[in-house]
């Protein structure tokens, strides 16, 4: 559920509805598909940030083009070297 209250999506749902409030009363034009397009991507980008966040902390890999990606390698980089300092050899995952 705190996935879901993120900013992007909360933004992309209140773009939607300003969208649709403002496209009630005029005719459909290549602005207006272009807005609707535009709105579009930016709710499967916000969709797609909390689908990717949601994999990275149950411990699944995530796509290399993802934003979280970098995180991810940065808390298994520092997983391997504590363990190394332990004496444990790393999972390859």
């Known amino acids: 559920m705190n996935y879901l209250s ?5 933004g992309a749902i209140m773009t939607g509805v300003t969208l649709l409030r ?4 005029t ?3 290549w602005r207006s598909a272009l807005a609707w397009v535009s709105w579009g991507i930016t709710l ?3 969709i797609g940030a909390v689908v990717d ?10 796509s290399p083009d993802s934003p979280v990606y970098a995180k991810q390698q940065k808390e298994r980089e520092k997983e391997a070297k504590k363990q190394r300092s332990q004496g444990v050899k790393p ?3």
């Open 91 to 93: 999972i390859k995952r």
């Open 22 to 25: 403002g496209s009630r009363d």
């Open 27 to 29: 005719k459909l034009t």
């Open 44 to 46: 499967a980008l916000s």
């Open 53 to 62: 966040t949601r994999r990275a902390k149950q411990g699944r890999s995530v």
């Open 6 to 10: 993120g900013t992007g999506i909360v």
